[in-house]
């Protein structure tokens, strides 16, 4: 049983829009968080950012290869923490 809400509780409500609100406005985001079943937002964010920091990361490794750059010694790319030969 849920209590009755105060005066100024309803008048905060009246404002609020649940059906089209901002964050929740993201309609792909929800498609991927139900059709994987996602649990936490968070989760999702993280695999978003990991990803693009990946895809990041290949498209330097193309770049050198399109630069023509192949020599006997191999390059070298630091990101951050990692280290790919190439």
Known sequence: MVRKLKHHEQKLLK?????NWEVDNNLHEVKVLRKYRIEKREDYTKYNKLSRHI????????????????????????WRNCTVSV
């Open 15 to 19: 404002k609020v829009d649940f059906i």
């Open 55 to 78: 895809r990041e990361l290949v498209q330097k490794i193309r770049d050198l290869d399109e630069r023509g750059l192949q020599s006997s010694e191999p390059h070298t790319i630091c």
